[in-house]
């Protein structure tokens, strides 16, 4: 079973300056990885799928790379809307399953 | 307009049972996954278990045994429900759509409903 491991637990950054947010696989998990965004009070979002691919609606500020096991979502210039903790996750054929990370939570300094 | 809209919150006490729903529109519902994610007061996203069609559910082994996912195709609606609700349970469940990504193919999950929270206390 895979585990994803994210890093830092809590990003305190200023609007405008850039955010990189670690995940890291405890198997290779391909080119499967995708990235949430959650915030409060409100259900999670879709933000990027494939490892780089940006989803439906996503502003061209917020990238993902990585491949194997070490994965990566960067927000080049955070705007207020961006605080929020963010999720990997990863979804294997075998066994039929979905594995999220713990989260990073990006906080306002 | 691809929607998934749950049932609301629920209050019960340990030993009751529970059914909430997630409706769904816009979409083929036979030919998706559906899952079901818990988040307990202040913590992460964990993967309850998932169905497709008049398929039986595919559960977390943490969950097996003590949930059941169904669905009712001729409403497009999936259902969790308890038959012994413990206090551990009470956390936020979100439904979504297991969709595909547009270019990978990879398995994603596009669309959520809101959230039914539910509190379990005697």
């Known amino acids: 079973e895979v585990v994803l491991t994210q890093s830092p637990a809590t990003l305190s950054l200023s609007p405008g300056e850039r955010a990189t947010l670690s995940c890291r696989a405890s198997q290779s998990v391909a080119s499967d990885l995708a990235w949430y965004q959650q915030r409060p009070g409100q259900a999670p979002r879709l933000v990027i799928y494939g490892v780089s691919m940006r989803a439906t609606g996503i502003p061209a500020r917020f990238s993902g790379t990585g491949s194997g096991t070490d994965f990566t979502l960067t927000i080049s210039s955070l705007e207020p809307e961006d605080f929020a903790v963010y999720y990997c996750?990863?979804?294997?054929?075998?066994?039929?399953?979905?594995?999220f990370g713990g989260g990073t939570k990006v906080e306002i300094k | 307009e691809v929607q998934l809209v749950q049932s609301g919150a629920e209050v019960k006490k340990p030993g009751e049972s529970l059914k909430v729903s997630c409706q769904t529109s816009?979409?083929?519902?036979?030919?998706?996954?559906i899952v079901w994610v818990r988040q307990m007061p202040g913590k992460g996203l964990e993967w309850v278990g998932m169905?497709?069609?008049?398929?039986?559910?595919v559960y977390n082994s943490s969950f097996e045994g003590h949930v059941t996912i169904s669905t009712d195709k001729s409403i497009s609606t999936a259902y969790l429900q308890w038959s012994s609700l413990r206090a551990s349970d009470s956390a936020i469940y979100y439904c979504a759509r297991q969709g595909v990504g547009a270019i990978t193919g990879t398995p994603i999950l596009d669309f959520w409903g809101q959230g039914t929270l539910v509190a379990v206390s005697s």
């Open positions: 816009g979409f083929s519902f036979p030919n998706y996954w």
């Open positions: 169905v497709y069609g008049d398929s039986d559910g």
């Open positions: 996750q990863q979804r294997p054929n075998r066994p039929l399953r979905f594995t």
